[in-house]
C-alpha cells in the first residue's frame, strides 16, 4: 500500500460513525450486511447511514453489491490488510523481539516495493 492508499483509508475511517459501521461490516465476513441490518446494528437513520457507508466506498474500505432491491455492503479485507501492513510494516525494526506485531507482519526490503 502507498501512503497515498493508506491516508485515503485512515480519512475513511476518521469519524466514529464510519468506523462503527465498517466494525460491524467486518464481523460480518464475506456474508456482509444489506443496509437494514446495518441500520439495525449501529442505531443510525437511513440517510446517516447511506452518507456514511458512500464514504467507506469511496475510501475502499467497503464494496456494495446490488442484489434485487437491496444492496449488500461487504468489508474490503485486502484494503483492511494492506492497511495494518502499511501500519506496522517498520515496527520495532530495530528490535524485533520488542514487538509481537513485528514478528507476524511480513517485511518489506528498505527502499523494496510496497504491494
Not at 476518521?14 to 441490518?37: K, M, N, W
Not at 484494503?79 to 530495530?94: N, P, W
Amino acid at each position: 500500500m502507498e501512503t497515498k492508499s493508506a491516508l485515503q483509508s485512515l480519512s475513511g475511517l476518521a469519524q466514529d460513525h464510519r468506523l462503527s459501521i465498517f466494525r460491524y461490516l467486518v464481523t460480518r465476513g464475506t456474508v456482509g450486511a444489506v443496509v437494514q441490518e446495518i441500520a439495525e446494528s449501529v442505531g443510525f437513520s437511513g440517510s446517516t447511514l447511506s452518507f456514511h457507508l458512500k464514504g467507506l466506498v469511496h475510501a475502499g474500505l467497503a464494496s456494495a453489491t446490488a442484489e434485487g432491491r437491496f444492496v449488500r455492503y461487504h468489508a474490503n479485507f485486502a484494503a483492511m490488510d494492506g492497511l495494518i501492513r502499511y501500519l506496522t510494516e517498520h515496527c520495532c525494526e530495530d528490535d524485533p523481539g520488542r514487538c509481537a506485531i513485528a514478528a507476524k507482519t511480513p517485511r518489506t526490503p528498505k527502499g523494496g516495493t510496497r504491494a
